[in-house]
């Protein structure tokens, strides 16, 4: 069996650090790693209109920005396939075909959606494409072959969802055309969900608790500095609470032992130093000051290749109308594949029967 990755984004904004350690990490070193056959990475736009559809030029503007930050982190043209969901029309029929495989209630009791419904607060307003957002990212896994899709861990349920209809369908139509995808997370499991600056439970754009990719150095120090730790930790003195402090759960997903070779010698790892602010003795200033050298290592690179690629904006949409084409020729074919497995390829079999 080949290894097809499929992954991707929402253009709603430009990406974070938690979109970095949560899955763009991982992603570049997928592709550097070279143990697949093809790898497509999508701006899901059309899904990003199911919450957003009346404001189409959030989603419109933020097609390059998202391309920005996937070039400037790693990502390689030469060795992936980037492309815009809605060049795809085929992704839409698989969509529409899906949605008769699946239950009204089992789209309600998926964890990630239930989630994501409470927080933009829509009630009983729930725009129907929202909800239909597992069947979508379905069509969008399957039209490609893809067997492994690398996601942060909030998605789990959306593959989980993603096997189901698999199943479903390959049962019905007594076929093994469709791979049940595999998801890959961050093994660092702070990484997995990284909290916002604000000790929230998740970074997000729309909560407005993040450090982004192409934030510039003050801002990056700014909101350090104001993370969230421990309000018991008045004095240095004070023994500190490591658990639900931002700035070690950061350090927890960022640190490596060179950070601390280079920027904060007297401690040999992160463990002795999270015993020394147990015990009392260590100021919030230090660790954040240790933190913001470590974000801005890694962010000094990605946010200079950034600002160079934003020179030629022309160029990055170059490379995902390519890549759209590229991709819309696959769909074409594997819808093909799914309609013959249903058998509703009339055409060819009209032709067979003559």
């Known amino acids: 069996m080949k290894n097809i990755i499929l992954t991707g984004d929402r253009p709603t904004g430009q990406l974070h650090i938690g979109h970095f350690i949560g899955s763009l990490k991982n992603r570049v070193l997928l592709q550097n790693k070279g143990d697949y056959d093809k790898m497509y990475i999508m701006i899901a736009d059309a899904q990003a209109l199911t919450d957003n559809f009346d404001n189409v030029d959030k989603v419109k503007d933020n097609i390059l920005q998202v391309m920005l930050d996937y070039l400037a982190v790693g990502l390689d043209p030469e060795k992936v396939v980037f492309f815009i969901q809605s060049e795809i029309p085929e992704l839409t029929e698989f969509t529409f075909f899906y949605m008769n495989l699946v239950t009204f209630a089992r789209l309600q009791r998926n964890p990630t959606v239930k989630a994501e419904i409470s927080q933009k607060k829509f009630n009983k307003n729930i725009p129907m494409g929202f909800l239909c957002y597992p069947i979508s990212q379905t069509a969008d896994i399957t039209a490609f072959n893809a067997n492994i899709v690398p996601v942060g861990v909030d998605q789990l349920p959306m593959i989980e969802q993603a096997r189901e209809i698999c199943r479903t369908f390959n049962n019905i139509y007594k076929t093994d055309l469709l791979i049940e995808p595999q998801a890959v997370i961050p093994e660092n499991k702070v990484a997995q969900r990284l909290p916002g600056l604000d000790g929230a439970e998740k970074m997000s754009k729309s909560l407005g608790n993040c450090i982004f990719l192409a934030d510039e150095p003050e801002v990056v120090k700014q909101k350090i500095f104001s993370m969230y730790t421990d309000p018991n930790h008045i004095k240095i003195s004070d023994p500190g609470q490591t658990r639900g402090n931002v700035v070690f759960a950061y350090l927890d997903a960022f640190s490596e032992k060179e950070h601390f070779e280079r920027y904060l010698p007297e401690y040999k790892n992160l463990e002795e130093l999270k015993a020394h602010y147990k015990k009392g003795g260590l100021g919030d200033v230090k660790i954040k000051t240790f933190l913001n050298n470590i974000l801005q290592e890694i962010l000094k690179p990605i946010r ?29 074919q594997n819808i093909l594949k799914l309609k013959q497995a249903m058998g509703i390829d009339y055409r060819n079999n009209l032709k067979n029967k003559n």
């Open 304 to 332: 200079e290749k950034r600002k160079t690629l934003e020179k030629n904006p022309a160029r990055v949409f170059e490379i995902l109308f390519k890549g759209s084409d590229e991709a819309k020729k696959d769909a074409e």
